[in-house]
């Protein structure tokens, strides 16, 4: 018998909900769109229409996939982040809600820098943060950077997606190297990088566990190398009153404020995300 969107719509939901999927009305939704080549405002529209075989049965495969594990974001290609669309491929991480609050200082601080400051988004990955502080600090120029060629190819798509090519320029860097000297004088370096210990690694959910880019979660065996790293071998990638802004995972604030204090950081400041968790250290380069 024919279905109608609405039903197909409330079917994949309940699936995923029975799977335990947090975020099942918004997934089921994307993915109906995705198998149905439609816009959001298309579905939305066509809610009370009849389905054809071929969109039920390209959900049902969809709805399959992520039933399997695979995140959304990787299945449709592409993810929105701070109210920008993002192309997504498994050589990235999928932006979390969690970056938010790293992307909403990132802005703040760069847009305290005044005219034509310069940003550097380091592990940069899509290039979610180092995209949204361009996109609301109109004047400021951007570098994302990320150890993956792939990861900086999928930056360079991003850049031409939200027509920031004028101002975001793509390179590759290892963050656990000193920088070249190309990379100087920033006003604000922001990083999300690396943070899950190596030995919690098997431990995580199965949608980040098989799916997800190991070498954009592995921080070693304490979670924190790259904290060391990045506070010990890029300060001079900042100007003298630069700022450097890290993402950390839950419990690590303490340690990694005092790593950026062993390497001369000042004025340590750390900012709680929405649920509480203290997820965003940041220094200022005095010297
Ligand atoms: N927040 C990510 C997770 O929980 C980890 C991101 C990272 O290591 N930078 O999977």
Same mark, same amino acid.
């Given at each position: 018998m024919a279905t109608t969107y609405n039903n197909l719509y409330l079917d994949a939901r309940s699936r995923l909900r029975a799977a335990g999927i947090e975020g099942a009305q918004l997934e089921a939704r994307e993915l109906i769109c995705y198998a149905a080549n439609k816009t959001r405002d298309e579905f939305l529209r066509d809610y009370t229409l009849y389905v054809s075989e071929q969109v039920e049965q390209r959900t049902g495969e969809l709805i399959a996939r992520r039933l399997s594990g695979e995140p959304v974001a990787y299945i449709i290609g592409e993810w929105e982040f701070y109210g920008l669309g993002l192309d997504i491929s498994? $050589? @990235?991480? @999928?932006?979390?809600? $969690?970056?938010e609050v790293l992307a909403a200082r990132a802005i703040a601080l760069t847009r305290a820098a005044g005219d034509s400051a310069r940003m550097l988004d380091l592990?940069?990955?899509?290039g979610c943060i180092g995209l949204a502080v361009a996109t609301h600090v109109p004047a400021c120029r951007v570098v994302l950077a990320d150890a993956s060629e792939r990861a900086v190819q999928l930056c360079k798509r991003n850049t031409r997606r939200n027509d920031l090519l004028g101002r975001v320029t793509s390179v590759h860097a290892d963050a656990k190297e000193a920088p070249s000297s190309? =990379?100087?004088?920033? $006003?604000v370096i922001a990083s999300n990088p690396p943070y899950i210990k190596s030995g919690e690694i098997a431990q995580l959910e199965r949608t980040v566990r098989d799916f997800e880019p190991h070498m954009a979660l592995d921080g070693g065996p304490d979670g924190l190398d790259f904290y060391r790293a990045i506070a010990a071998k890029?300060?001079?990638? =900042?100007? @003298?009153?630069g700022v450097i802004v890290f993402e950390v995972g839950m419990g690590q604030a303490p340690s990694v404020e005092m790593i950026l204090a062993q390497h001369g950081f000042g004025n340590i400041l750390t900012h709680p995300d929405t649920h509480g968790i203290w997820r965003v250290v940041e220094g200022t380069a005095n010297d």
């Open positions: 498994p $050589d @990235v991480l @999928v932006p979390r809600t $969690d970056s592990c940069a990955g899509s190309a =990379l100087w004088e920033f $006003d890029w300060k001079r990638a =900042l100007r @003298v009153g």
